[in-house]
């Protein structure tokens, strides 16, 4: 069964922080991986998805890696900003049971402080 | 661009009655997946649909049941509702049963 963990649970750093949000999960055979953004309450904005078979994307202040062999990813955030306040979930796409399904990490609550 | 519609966006109900939460993929996704997010949870796989058949199956309660229709719209009953049920409701829409999903913004169930 996929586990997905995330470190740290929660983060809180000063404005303009350059900063990195751990994954790991158990299963390798992955089809993708993504990361998230959520609000308090709201719904699920996606960033940044990686296909198993690419490196790193990257999104503006925002840049994801993956090292399937090794069952990691990061998201990196630049210049941290108080609006990137959320908690930043990553989920592993896997074929398991007959159909693709999401497995979510716990996520990790952000704060950024002026 | 046309996103993933969720209905109700917000539901109440009492215990042990029933509620329906609809899903309205994509155009021309045929696949379907529901997931519940409970507080302070990180979402939880329930079931999927793929061209109107169940594809997979999670950790989805026996009083739930879902189905997908023939305009790959899907509803998700949910009977004997309980004080644990309340939940942030999410559908997912994709091509194929491995293409990307895309969530919707959520159907939030309180059960009083």
């Known amino acids: 069964k996929q586990e997905v963990t995330q470190i740290p649970a929660a983060l809180s750093v000063p404005e303009g922080e350059n900063l990195v949000l751990n994954c790991s999960f158990t299963?390798?055979?992955?089809?993708?991986l993504q990361w998230f953004r959520q609000d308090p309450g709201k719904g699920l904005t996606s960033l940044l998805l990686i296909q198993s078979s690419q490196r790193e994307q990257t999104s503006g202040r925002l840049n994801a890696s993956l090292d399937k062999s090794s069952g990691r990813s990061t998201l990196y955030i630049a210049a941290s900003q108080p609006g990137d306040s959320a908690t930043y979930l990553c989920a592993v796409e896997d074929f398991t049971g007959g159909g693709n399904k999401l497995t979510f990490g716990t996520g990790t609550q952000l704060k950024v402080e002026l | 661009a046309a996103g993933v519609i969720q209905s109700p966006r917000h539901l109440i109900k009492e215990k042990r009655e029933t509620a329906t939460l609809k899903c309205y993929p994509i155009?021309?996704?045929?696949?379907v997946y529901w997931y519940q997010q409970g507080p302070g949870q990180d979402p939880q796989f329930l079931i999927s649909f793929y061209e109107k058949m169940q594809s997979d199956k999670g950790s989805i309660p026996d009083r739930f049941s879902a189905q997908q229709f023939s305009d790959y719209h899907s509803e998700l009953n949910m009977s004997s509702l309980e004080l644990g049920d309340s939940a942030l409701y999410f559908c997912?829409?994709?091509?194929?049963?491995?293409?990307?999903?895309?969530f919707g913004p959520g159907t939030r169930l309180t059960v009083l």
């Open positions: 997912a829409s994709s091509l194929g049963y491995s293409g990307t999903q895309y």
């Open positions: 155009p021309r996704h045929d696949t």
């Open positions: 299963d390798s055979a992955i089809y993708n």
